[in-house]
């Protein structure tokens, strides 16, 4: 059975930061890119960042760029986001997502395509 378990989540203040851990299993964790992607209340899902399989490259909304960092440990089968200088407009629930093709097609897409998701994990960040 693939799992995927997204934790970390919580309230911060604007200014903060958090991170957001995601643990895989059930699945070949190498061949899988692995994305992050957010909800906002009221609003659709987006791509928030998204690294290829493997070793391969990451990719990054542009509201995020210089502040969130994510990082894949092939060896644990579990994928991070360090989120730092967070503002309230990153509040939303945060979901990891699994799926064979592009990352930066994933992130693009708001994970159109991908095979596995997470439950997701609420982020809040107060003003």
């Known amino acids: 059975e693939v799992q995927l378990q997204a934790s970390g989540g919580g309230l911060v203040q604007a200014g903060g930061s958090l991170r957001l851990s995601c643990q895989v299993s059930?699945?070949?964790?190498?061949?899988?890119?692995i994305g992050w992607f957010r909800q906002a209340p009221g609003k659709g899902r987006e791509g928030v960042a998204c690294t290829d399989s493997g070793r391969g490259r990451t990719y990054y909304e542009d509201s995020v760029k210089g502040r969130f960092t994510l990082d894949r440990d092939n060896a644990k089968n579990t994928v991070y986001l360090q989120m730092n200088s967070l503002k309230p407009e990153d509040t939303a629930v945060y979901f990891c997502?699994?799926?064979?093709?592009?990352?930066?097609?994933?992130?693009?897409?708001?994970?159109?395509?991908?095979?596995?998701w997470g439950e997701g994990t609420l982020v809040t960040v107060s003003s």
């Open positions: 997502a699994a799926g064979r093709g592009g990352a930066y097609y994933f992130l693009r897409s708001a994970g159109n395509g991908m095979n596995y």
């Open positions: 059930g699945l070949p964790f190498d061949d899988y890119a």
